[in-house]
């Protein structure tokens, strides 16, 4: 079968080639319908993610939030046109201890491994996962509610269970999710989120409450926090959360920064922190993402809010316009996939 792939060649440079491919073992080939751009798709795409990862992983097909129709399963478990989720992380072994998204043998999407950006995409049969009731535009980003609930699922492990007050640092994408699950979670939690952009903050209505970061009460404490950040400004909520946190409290790190950052260990060991780190996501999150949209319905609602833009692509002049137009927005863009 003759399957066509845009890829980013050079910042800003996105080629289309024809390649042939063969449907192996009980695969299965997925039509992309909604793609939705990431932070990480844009630090390629601009060139911001560094000389040596550029040449050392392109050329590449972006993006690794979508979904898409199914085209043809051998096997007939899944019928023709049935909606699902594409699942980017590829493991290619399996471990008893370490999750599928920490072994470094695992291939993802978008990242030295050509992303969803094709006619069709040829998935392992547990690499997708099928869906109903959920509106396509926000399914198209369940990946990142994956990542959420991964990282929500690591920190109810890892952490004690005085959850009185819970922090999410981060107005944007990630942390507007993160917050989302831990209310309903946790309902009994004092959910509260800290962010610069007061118009950002306005999105949090179902939190308890919200503070700008230069606006936070002195005496004002909190048993766990999420650092849903990244870049350079994490280490500035870093350190804002080891003075706001009590002692041997969890702060679930979720913020990608490209380079190092400094913490400060002194008080990390005074208060006897647990600091969680999370990357990625594995089936199992990806399962219960679904489960938990499908369930709750009204939470369908709150998540429209982080679309910014639905845009039709039908070339590759359309995909370097919404890719352009997305630097410009304030939440997700949507792409309506069809070249």
Same mark, same amino acid.
């Given at each position: 079968?003759?399957?066509?792939?845009?890829?980013?060649?050079?910042?800003?440079?996105?080629?289309?080639?024809?390649?042939?491919?063969?449907?192996?073992?009980?695969?299965?080939?997925?039509? &992309?319908?909604?793609?939705?751009?990431?932070?990480?798709?844009?630090?390629?795409?601009?060139?911001?993610?560094?000389?040596?990862?550029?040449?050392?992983?392109?050329?590449?097909?972006?993006?690794?939030?979508?979904?898409?129709?199914?085209?043809?399963?051998?096997?007939?478990?899944?019928?023709?046109?049935?909606?699902?989720?594409?699942?980017?992380?590829? &493991?290619?072994?399996?471990?008893?201890?370490?999750?599928?998204?920490?072994?470094?043998?695992?291939?993802?999407?978008?990242?030295?491994?050509?992303?969803?950006?094709?006619?069709?995409?040829?998935?392992?049969?547990?690499?997708?996962?099928?869906?109903?009731?959920?509106?396509?535009?926000?399914?198209?980003?369940?990946?990142?509610?994956?990542?959420?609930?991964?990282?929500?699922?690591?920190?109810?492990?890892?952490?004690?269970?005085?959850?009185?007050?819970?922090?999410?640092?981060?107005?944007?994408?990630?942390?507007?999710?993160?917050?989302?699950?831990?209310?309903?979670?946790? &309902?009994?939690?004092?959910?509260?989120?800290?962010?610069?952009?007061?118009?950002?903050?306005?999105?949090?209505?179902?939190?308890?409450?919200?503070?700008?970061?230069?606006?936070?009460?002195?005496?004002?404490?909190?048993?766990?926090?999420?650092?849903?950040?990244?870049?350079?400004?994490?280490?500035?909520?870093?350190?804002?959360?080891?003075?706001?946190?009590?002692?041997?409290?969890?702060?679930?790190?979720?913020?990608?920064?490209?380079? &190092?950052?400094?913490?400060?260990?002194?008080?990390?060991?005074?208060?006897?922190?647990?600091?969680?780190?999370?990357?990625?996501?594995?089936?199992?999150?990806?399962?219960?993402?679904?489960?938990?949209?499908?369930?709750?319905?009204?939470?369908?609602?709150?998540?429209?809010?982080?679309?910014?833009?639905?845009?039709?692509?039908?070339?590759?002049?359309?995909?370097?316009?919404?890719?352009?137009?997305?630097?410009?927005?304030?939440?997700?863009?949507?792409?309506?996939?069809?070249?």
């Amino acid at each position: 079968m003759i399957n066509k792939v845009y890829r980013l060649v050079a910042p800003r440079q996105i080629v289309a080639s024809f390649e042939e491919r063969t449907l192996h073992g009980n695969g299965i080939i997925v039509r &992309p319908t909604k793609l939705s751009i990431c932070a990480a798709d844009q630090r390629y795409y601009t060139g911001t993610r560094g000389k040596d990862a550029l040449k050392k992983k392109l050329p590449m097909a972006l993006i690794h939030e979508g979904v898409g129709k199914v085209v043809y399963d051998p096997k007939g478990e899944f019928n023709h046109g049935d909606k699902v989720v594409m699942i980017p992380n590829t &493991p290619i072994q399996k471990d008893e201890i370490i999750s599928e998204n920490y072994l470094s043998t695992s291939k993802f999407r978008s990242s030295g491994y050509d992303g969803f950006m094709q006619d069709y995409i040829f998935m392992a049969r547990d690499r997708i996962v099928k869906y109903n009731s959920i509106d396509d535009n926000i399914a198209s980003f369940i990946e990142l509610l994956s990542v959420a609930i991964h990282s929500i699922n690591r920190f109810e492990l890892k952490s004690h269970e005085r959850r009185d007050t819970i922090g999410v640092w981060g107005d944007g994408n990630v942390g507007f999710i993160t917050s989302l699950i831990l209310k309903k979670r946790y &309902p009994k939690s004092n959910v509260i989120v800290f962010g610069k952009n007061e118009e950002k903050l306005s999105f949090f209505s179902f939190v308890d409450e919200t503070y700008q970061i230069d606006e936070i009460p002195s005496k004002l404490s909190v048993d766990h926090a999420f650092e849903a950040v990244g870049g350079k400004s994490s280490e500035f909520a870093i350190k804002q959360i080891i003075k706001h946190i009590n002692p041997e409290g969890s702060i679930s790190i979720l913020g990608v920064s490209e380079n &190092p950052i400094e913490i400060e260990t002194r008080m990390v060991l005074e208060k006897g922190l647990n600091i969680i780190g999370s990357s990625r996501s594995s089936r199992f999150d990806f399962v219960e993402a679904v489960r938990f949209l499908e369930e709750y319905k009204d939470y369908q609602n709150q998540l429209q809010k982080l679309i910014y833009e639905v845009i039709r692509v039908k070339n590759i002049k359309d995909i370097c316009k919404a890719f352009e137009q997305d630097l410009t927005t304030t939440f997700k863009t949507v792409i309506e996939w069809n070249v």
